[in-house]
Nanobody, 124 residues
Framework: QVQLVESGGGLVQAGGSLRLSCVASGGTFSRYDMGWFRQAPGKEREFVSYISRFSGTIYHSDSAKGRFTITRDNAKDTVYLQMNSLKPEDTAVYYC?????????????????WGQGTQVTVSS
């Protein structure tokens, strides 16, 4: 059974950077496409970034383009989200998830399992 554990969140000032990590266990990580999502209080969970199993395909949300970078290291069973030029509106709990359904990469319904999330707070 695949388990995902995120880390790297924290409090940062606007304009700062954070790198989130998500370590997978219990499966063959290189077989999985992965995604990052986030959920702010009172809002729905939204797509941030996607990376295919060998990094050949990457997508970012419009809000992440030009500021966030998704990468993975299959030897370390880890996917990363480098976040630069952070804004207060990036404040949310960030989740990584394994894509489990061959459908839209931006739909959280197509992902399972999920990590427990890591809080990112950007102060103005």
């Amino acid at each position: 059974q695949v388990q995902l554990v995120e880390s790297g969140g924290g409090l940062v000032q606007a304009g700062g950077s954070l790198r989130l990590s998500c370590v997978a266990s219990g499966g063959t990580f290189s077989r999985y496409d992965m995604g990052w999502f986030r959920q702010a209080p009172g809002k729905e969970r939204e797509f941030v970034s996607y990376i295919s199993r060998f990094s050949g395909t990457i997508y970012h949300s419009d809000s992440a383009k030009g500021r966030f970078t998704i990468t993975r290291d299959n030897a370390k069973d880890t996917v990363y989200l480098q976040m630069n030029s952070l804004k207060p509106e990036d404040t949310a709990v960030y989740y990584c998830a394994r894509k489990s359904v061959s459908s839209f990469y931006y739909d959280p319904l197509n992902y399972n399992p999920w990590g427990q999330g890591t809080q990112v707070t950007v102060s103005s």
